[in-house]
């Protein structure tokens, strides 16, 4: 089962704003899994997905520099499941950026399948609040050495492809 919960970023605007899309394929292992013939992604999922675009927009503003744990869910609201063939939209805010972590506003919309366009459309169909906490750096270096655990590879390179995508439409 793959572990990341979001397919792609569709817009980052530094230290302010993300969006992110996941699409929603049968393929997906969890569809079977959970509530077997009712393809619906479990709500700890969908607020992953938005705790991912929030924490790498976290990251990113210190140049991942810091290591970023998701600390709180203030609050998170659903207002309803999301189905296999929809492509669900994170859009996270920043709200808050301190030394010793961020806060950040997000909501998730859901679009029909077979939609293109990648902004939210309607209501949204879960919203959150979310706080990171930065690791002290001298504890953290004890505990986990050098290497970014939560900043891996792959998460970097959605970003990194987002700000490809980015730079060729501000031209």
């Known amino acids: 089962m793959r572990w990341i919960w979001i397919d792609r970023f569709v817009k980052f605007e530094r230290q302010k704003s993300a969006r992110a899309v996941k699409n929603l394929s049968l393929a997906e292992d969890y ?10 992604m479990p709500a700890c999922f969908i607020l992953e997905g938005l705790a991912q675009t929030g924490g790498i927009l976290v990251g990113e503003a210190n140049d991942f520099k810091e290591k970023v744990v ?15 063939g929809e492509t669900l939209i994170y859009d996270v805010e920043m709200v808050t950026y301190r030394p010793e972590g961020a806060s950040i ?3 998730v919309f859901a ?10 459309v309607g209501a949204p169909i879960a919203e959150a609040e979310i706080f990171f906490a930065h690791l ?24 990194g492809l987002a700000k490809v995508v980015a ?3 501000d031209r």
């Open 31 to 40: 569809f079977e899994q959970h509530l077997p013939g009712y393809p619906i």
């Open 167 to 169: 730079q060729s439409t």
């Open 105 to 107: 506003v997000g909501k």
């Open 136 to 159: 002290d750096q001298a504890r953290s270096q004890q505990l986990f050495g050098d290497h970014n655990f939560v900043f891996s590879g792959e998460l970097k390179h959605l970003l």
């Open 70 to 84: 998701l600390a709180k869910i203030t609050s998170a609201r659903f207002a309803r499941e999301a189905v296999a």
């Open 111 to 120: 679009l029909p399948s077979g939609t293109v366009a990648m902004e939210p």
